[in-house]
C-alpha cells in the first residue's frame, strides 16, 4: 500500500496484468496437450478396467479391448470388437458350476463395470492434471 498526492489519500498500485495474461496464453497452447494426456489416461484406465472384469474363455474378447482416438480431436473410444462384445456384456451370468460346465461364473457386465469405476475413479485423476496445469502457469501470489 502506498500513499498517494494529497493529503490523506491512500491507495493501492495493481501490476501483474502482463504475467496473468501470458500465463493464460501459456495455458492455452497447453491445453491440447493436457487434455489429449487427461484422455488418453482415461481411456486406458476404462481399458484396464473391461479387460480386468471380463470372463476369459479364449481370451479373443479381453485381447480385443482397446483404445483408440476419436472422430473428434476431443474423444478416444474404447471398445471390445468382438461379435458378441455386447451380448457377452449384457449376460446375467445365472451360470453355476456343476459337474459339466466350466468357469467363469457369475455376472458379464464387464464393460458395464468399467465404465463405473471410471466415472466413479477417474474423477480424481483429471483434477489432478489440471491442477498441475495450474500450478505450472501460476503467477505470483
Known sequence: MSSLPGKGFIGVKITGLNEILT???NMQREWPVVR???LNEAGRFLANEAKRNVHVVSGDLKNSIGIEPGPPRSSVIVSAKMPYAKKENDRPGDKHATQHSKPP???HDYFTRAINATS???QSRIKINFDKLLTRHKTRS
Open 23 to 25: 500465463s493464460i496464453t
Open 36 to 38: 489429449s494426456a487427461v
Open 105 to 107: 461364473y457369475g455376472p
Open 120 to 122: 466413479r475413479d477417474f
